[in-house]
């Protein structure tokens, strides 16, 4: 395998070996005949190439003694400075772990002026001379060692990313950003025409919460590995903006495929990316050899400007190598012969320039190899700097930037919402409704009061769009988003195509692009094939950017069991633990009318407030239910509950609602979502038996009411725990241990789902909760 060592003797050599040209260009003049780079430029970007490549030399070298933390290094992808170089500093990337020579580029295209105290573009001052990529190369190693002051993730982990270069981090997870990266383009583009209609029309336009300082016409660029695109994420992104073309939607995106032939030890095979890139419909395909800077640097710049000009996307194909392995654990003989190996080292990037510059007379061997060490000391003195860096001491500083609550901000935000809506533009809310605003105020069910929720956010939140599979021309599956194309504009309401990984894709890209993004999952079993798309990526932004960056989303989900006439587990999933363990992220089911309005309304103003994610899950068995104890009683109709002065138009996120039934309160019953309804249906049994009963619905599974759960259950000392998700890895679970972790020392017994899919038909009645198992578990508690 190739070694550090090996790498650096090999340059050495090579160069030395090189005889200098008879005839020096000028500078100013393009460094190859027919070329537009010039050679000055060739310079600085050599030297951005080599700063790439002592810091995969130090990053090696500080792993070896157990300070260096992260060793996927760069080397043979230091094309991507040409790349970087054909951009404006103010087109947001999303990057390949292999971008050390773009990161470095960027930061030295952005003025110092423009950045922190910190900036990477600053002029650090080393062995005499102004380095243009010193801070960038400071930034790089403060992530290798996990120090506390790296400006991007902190210490969190080693990525490149940092808000004021427009560089947003991404995730180790094969193609995950690339979804997002269409979502930002069509958003760019969305905005960009908002913008435009607000201008025309004396106004502001489409103006965003979290409105990134992004040009009119600036593009998203998207780099990735050649076995990427084998992923199913990147197969979505693709295709996603294949489709949006097709469709005449534009999407500004430029994806940059560097193809070093190798997805860790798997080969591509022959022929196999450039075939498949070349396929895809209403993408153009440029491509280039990442190893020739002057090859790269055309190839990116006729890339760019097409995307540009035209607004659509393309790709832009690199053929790269990739040198010391994988990682800095990987030994590379175990799958590749020696031969391959040296194959890739005569094609090494960082060699290749440093021809190209001593062919063109624009610097002798020597000189170069003399750049080539300067800049290796100055990175291996900061090295030795960050070394002694703090890092992250406390589970408080790790979790910091997670996912901040302000409750009273978002209290206020509705607050301010309800004053809106109450004021002069009153009328003009009330006619959104079409006259309908007196059956609002009568009984709604789950699904109306949904509805109308969703319109007045649209009126508060001049930024919001609600998408997804059938919300727009159909209004959804259970007519949740009826009407809403028809108010609000075909810009805001949408369909999309038929893919949970575009739709999330499209949210993460919209909401950091300024939007209020409103995706809708059709059912809860389809967010499996999406799920990191939450995990991954919407719920680590804010965690690996220091909260730089957002995604805000609410994400509703038609969820959960009990639907009558529909059965079997694809349309009723009662699996949440996916949901419930993602750091930061806001799970809200709301059971009642009353209830929703305000949930989905603090869902809103905590996404445009602090960034938040949020899964807004609605029981689809209680979508239309309007009965509680006897049929046409309408005990589960409530009246719309909007934010103009109403009563209960915030729920704070994390807080309980409690229903006493009965005089006594003997029993406490812990519940959430259609198990709500269950149990006081089963109180009121319990009732007329002369046994009192408090049922808590959580409203919230994360984060869970804790406070509220502690209080309610102390209050009899006996609770029960109904859960209608399954019993292992079910919501009960999280509501029993709160309880042992408090020192609850009262009855506790559970309820909850067998361990079973939903099956099809009345047979689904043997595996989930029913009333009669709520009401005899409380009898069990008393008998005790």
Known sequence: MTTPQDLDDRFRESLAALAGAAQRRDPEQPVRDGATLTGTRALELFDAQVTSRQLDLAARWLGSFGEGYHTIGSAGHEGNAAVAAALRPTDPALL?????????????????????????????????????????????????????????????????????????????????????????????????????????????????????????????????????????????????AGWCDHTGLRVPVLFVCEDNGLGLSVRSPEGWVEAMLRSRPGIRYFGADGCDLVGAYEGATEAAAWVRRHRRPAVLHLSTVRLMGHAGTDVESAYRGAAEITADLDRDPVLATARLLVDAG????????????????????????????????????????????????????????????????????????????????????????INA?????????????????????????????????????VSRVFDTLLDETSVLGLGLGAGMAGMLPVPEIQYLAYLHNAEDQLRGEAATMQFFSRGAFRNPMVVRVAGLAYQEGLGGHFHNDNSVAVLRDVPGLVVAVPARADDAAPMLRSCLAGAAVDGSVCVFL????????????????????????????????????????????????????ITFGNGVRLSLRAAARLAAEGVGTRVVDLRWLAPLPVP?????????????????????????????????????????????????????????????????????????????
């Open 96 to 240: 390949h772990y292999r971008s050390g020579a773009f990161y470095c580029v960027r930061a030295a295209q952005v003025p110092a002026g423009d950045l922190g105290a910190d900036a990477p573009g600053g002029d650090d001052t080393d062995a005499g001379r102004p380095d243009p990529y010193a801070g960038a190369a400071r930034d790089v190693l403060r992530g290798v060692v996990a120090s506390a002051e790296e400006p991007g993730a902190g210490g969190r982990h080693k990525v490149f990313g940092r808000a004021d270069l427009a560089i947003v981090p991404t995730t180790s997870t094969v193609a995950s950003h690339l979804p997002r990266a269409v979502g930002m383009g069509l958003a760019l583009e969305r905005l960009r025409r908002l913008d435009g209609v607000g201008r025309r029309l004396g106004g502001r336009g489409g103006t965003g919460v979290n409105r990134p300082p992004w040009p009119a016409d600036a593009l998203v660029v998207c780099s990735f590995g050649d076995a990427s695109i084998n992923h199913a994420s990147a197969t979505a992104a693709l295709n996603t």
């Open 362 to 449: 624009l610097a002798a061997p020597a000189e170069l190899i003399s750049r080539y060490d300067e800049i290796g000391w100055e990175i291996r003195k900061v090295a030795e700097e960050v070394i002694a860096e703090p890092k992250l001491a406390s589970a408080a500083e790790v979790v910091a930037p997670l996912a901040p609550r302000r409750p009273l901000r978002v209290a206020r935000a509705v607050a301010d919402a309800a004053a809106r809506a109450s004021g002069p533009g009153a009328a003009a809310r009330a006619a959104a409704f079409d006259g309908n605003l007196p059956e609002l105020a009568g009984g709604l069910t789950l699904a109306q009061s």
């Open 453 to 489: 929720a969703l319109a007045d956010g649209m009126l508060d939140h001049p930024e919001m769009a609600v998408f997804g599979e059938d919300v727009a021309v159909k209004g959804g599956v259970y007519g949740v988003t009826r009407g809403l194309r028809e108010r609000f504009g």
């Open 618 to 669: 609605e029981p689809i068995g209680l979508y239309h239910t309007r009965d509680l104890y006897v049929d046409g009683d309408g005990e589960w109709l409530d009246p719309y509950q909007g934010p103009g002065g109403w009563v209960g138009a915030h729920v704070p996120i994390g807080r309980a609602r409690v229903y006493g039934v009965g005089s006594a309160e003997d029993v406490t019953i």
């Open 708 to 784: 509220d759960i502690i209080r309610e259950a102390s209050a009899t000392g006996r609770v029960l725990v109904v859960d209608e998700t399954r019993r292992s890895g079910g919501v009960g679970e999280g509501v029993i241990a709160a309880l042992v972790d408090a020192g609850y020392v009262g009855a506790a017994r559970r309820v909850a789902a067998v361990d079973s899919f939903v099956p099809l038909g009345p047979a689904a009645r043997q595996v989930l909760v029913s009333e009669e198992a709520i009401t005899q578990g409380a009898r069990t508690l008393l008998a005790r």
